[in-house]
């Protein structure tokens, strides 16, 4: 018996030390990859001592499966795009901040303060936004880029040799607004012609790499690609000639929130770091390193001056709409899934 | 017979016969924990009702496998036919984990070979070089033999530099670009169980066959390769079956354009479809024909065991 008692002991010793540790502060964070510089988590855990934890995601999905999964209890905070908060929020996964609570709350912006996919800002916070559209390499094709021609009906030059984004969402979205068709649609003609459209480009495209968009564009293996405005941004760095389009169909816009989790382990630490998100020069240090816009008021004099001018995120005056990627119901998704599964199979 | 250490040693495996339900025990735990468990789960979850986006309702049907084997259209309501798409995912799968077994067999045998006739001293060495790309993360790896194989990689500039070819050779993004990566990464499964067997080899029963006349490729295919056969098998299920599931070469080399079953069951959990269900049958699917596979090669050694 003797061993199993000191094992007994030994577990409880652990045990009180892990919620010492708890009490001085711990928090995890469940973030998209290469999204948030670590000088930003290290100035938080000198200001707070709470001591900080990330697991990155690729997709808003893929987020939500490992949440519902057995993820619910782990994590404090995760910043999901914007259909998906609605869509967390439909599924109970989100905690409501009480009025009062985020002592920052004022910083956003107006445009933001009461977004369709949560009303009032009860969950979530804004943390980045920014548009998904495409890229081309000048230097291969110089003609005009500001059409959605160029992935769904490219020019020679560029046939064989274009990237898309491995995320249906955002590819079905694009090819609606090729065809000047409604997300979600019912109409089963329209459909049909979104199938056939997919089908008909599959041979221009060479691959679907969504963590790679930029490399592939860096690299050469693809002459244009979907990808996301900062992202592009980043890869002009590396190549001056990647030019980011907005079409005049029109593109995609995208908000990434920051979302209380139900059964957060650490709530009060949650509360803590999103009040230090809504402080214009921590966001500000966000959108220096990812190059995306935030959605507060007050961080002009924190960004980088570059980031004004910055073409990827200035559209055109030609340039059309930007539309929110919409979550559909369960059986016009079902046939959205079908027509995914065509496209890859 | 070099078959004969399976059957040895009954003396020897009595010495813990008292002990020996409590010394299984962790080997069974674990094999019920991590083995069995989580195989049942997805049988069950394969027949139950799929909640939208991700999860189950406890609500048994047929659904899953009715998605895998018939297609009803678009819309879901045209009568019945055969699904063709994931049979097509299968048998690309399938085909592609082959020929990376086959070209796995053809490199893997003769290294297998040469280590093991290579005086004693030196054969951990050899053994020892073969395990080093293990060191290295097999997402690594990958990523590394993209950067290599690109066309305008390191590969296609050396070949252009010295006058071989004018184009670069496209192959990233091909069905040879997955194929070279499930070969590199799965090619140490095939060497070393076949060394195991070679190592074990009687090599005067070469020189026995030799001596009565038989040419060298008589002897190979007569006398080595029946006696190395365990170890033959025992390679290519290790290739075959980890490549038939593999997902990070399809995706990073073959560019994702298709799917593979590995990539067609991860969509379903992590993807937009969020069909739990049906990525827990198409896993069943692929766990019947694994086992069938396993099962056909089982009896055929039975049967050459068996024969005298």
Known sequence: MKPIKRMTQTAMALALMASGAAAEGDLVIYHWFEYIPQDLLDKFTAETGINVTMDTYDSNESMLAALKAGGMGTYDVAVPGDYMVKIMAGEGLLDTIADGELANKGNIAPEWADPSFDPGRKHSIPYQWGSTSFSVDSDVYSGDINTTDILFNPPAELAGKINMLDAQGEVLATAALHLGIPQCSTDREQLKALNDLLQASKDNWVSFNSDTAKEVLVSGDAAAGMIWDGFSAKAREEKASITYAFPTQGYVVWMDNVVLLNDAPNRDSAIKFMDFLLEPENIAAVSNFARYADGLTGTAEFLDPALATLPEANPHDGAGPGVFVEACDEATQAVYDQIWTNLKK | ?308
């Not at chain 2, 674990?30 to 069995?36: D, I, Q, T, Y």
């Not at chain 2, 899953?64 to 036919?81: H, I, V």
């Not at chain 2, 071989?164 to 095939?190: C, E, H, K, W």
Request: hydrophobic share 55%; charged share 15%.
């Open chain 2, 1 to 308: 017979m070099a078959g004969g250490a399976a059957t040895g040693g009954s003396a020897a495996a009595d010495t813990y016969k008292s002990a020996r339900h409590w010394l299984l025990l962790p080997s069974w735990l674990v094999l019920v924990l991590v083995v069995l468990a989580p195989v049942c789960m997805m049988l069950i979850y394969s027949f139950l009702t799929k909640e939208f986006r991700g999860g189950v309702i406890w609500e048994p049907t047929l659904a899953a496998y009715d998605q895998f084997f018939f297609d009803r259209g678009l819309f879901g309501d045209d009568p019945p036919k055969i699904e063709w798409t994931y049979i097509t995912i299968f048998w690309r799968s399938i085909w592609q984990a082959g020929l990376a077994t086959i070209l796995s067999l053809i490199i893997g045998f003769p290294t297998a070979y040469f280590i093991a006739t290579r005086p004693e001293r030196t054969r951990a060495l050899w053994v020892f070089l073969v395990t080093i790309p293990y060191w290295v993360n097999l997402l690594i790896r990958t990523v590394s033999m993209k950067f290599l194989l690109r066309d305008q990689g390191p590969m296609n500039d050396f070949l252009i530099s010295t006058g071989l070819i004018d184009d670069p050779l496209r192959i990233v993004n091909t069905n040879l670009a997955v194929q070279l990566g499930l070969f590199y990464s799965y090619l140490p499964f095939m060497v070393l169980p076949i060394y195991a067997s070679v190592e074990r080899y009687n090599f005067a029963m070469s020189e026995a066959a030799a001596d009565l006349y038989a040419t060298k490729w008589t002897t190979l295919r007569r006398i080595v390769l029946p006696a190395v056969k365990p170890g033959v098998i025992a390679g290519c299920i290790l290739v075959f079956v980890p490549s038939l599931g593999a997902f990070l070469a399809p995706d990073l080399l073959g560019g994702a354009k298709n799917f593979m079953i590995g990539s067609l069951i991860e969509e379903q959990f992590k993807g937009n479809a969020g069909n739990w269900p049906f990525g827990a049958a198409a896993a069943m699917v692929l766990l019947t024909m694994v086992l069938i596979l396993l099962m056909i090669f089982a009896r055929q050694q039975r049967r050459a065991e068996a024969s005298p």
